[in-house]
């Protein structure tokens, strides 16, 4: 994967300054065709990716495609935070499956479950406490 060019060329700046130019873009118009009407400008200020945005869906993206629950994804997105006993009982079995040695060479030969069971104890563990 790669990661997006956060980066505007000198054409993409004009065409935000130009309301015109940005509702083509927004609808994904490249060029008009000879003696075609631009779409009406919406006069709404252009609309910006952040960085950060730009990490959640990749993120999100990674997670579903390691086949996490839709609901998980969605939890994930939100920043559902956990609770304290979620979170000790995420300690407990990573501790115990770290200390497992046929846990771990499943892991490291690329065993999907525990590669998923390894992804969801460090969204827990990276999740803020309620």
Same mark, same amino acid.
């Given at each position: 994967?790669?990661?997006?060019?956060?980066?505007?060329?000198?054409?993409?700046?004009? +065409?935000?300054?130009?309301?015109?130019?940005?509702?083509?873009?927004?609808?994904?118009?490249?060029?008009?065709?000879?003696?075609?009407?631009?779409?009406?400008?919406?006069?709404?200020?252009?609309?910006?990716?952040?960085?950060?945005?730009?990490?959640?869906? +990749?993120?999100?993206?990674?997670?579903?495609?390691?086949?996490? #629950?839709?609901?998980?994804? #969605?939890?994930?997105?939100?920043?559902?935070?956990?609770?304290?006993?979620?979170?000790?009982?995420?300690?407990?079995?990573?501790?115990?499956?770290?200390?497992?040695?046929?846990?771990?060479?499943?892991?490291?030969?690329?065993?999907?479950?525990?590669?998923?069971?390894?992804?969801?104890?460090?969204?827990?563990?990276?999740?803020?406490?309620?």
């Amino acid at each position: 994967m790669t990661e997006p060019n956060m980066e505007f060329t000198v054409e993409e700046r004009a +065409a935000i300054a130009d309301h015109a130019a940005n509702a083509r873009l927004e609808l994904g118009i490249d060029k008009l065709k000879t003696g075609e009407a631009p779409p009406p400008a919406t006069e709404q200020a252009p609309k910006f990716v952040t960085a950060a945005e730009v990490n959640m869906k +990749a993120g999100l993206a990674a997670l579903k495609e390691a086949g996490l #629950d839709p609901a998980v994804l #969605d939890e994930v997105a939100a920043g559902k935070p956990v609770t304290a006993e979620e979170r000790l009982a995420v300690e407990n079995w990573q501790r115990h499956a770290l200390q497992d040695k046929d846990w771990i060479r499943k892991l490291f030969d690329g065993d999907p479950n525990a590669k998923k069971q390894l992804l969801c104890a460090s969204i827990v563990l990276s999740s803020e406490i309620r």
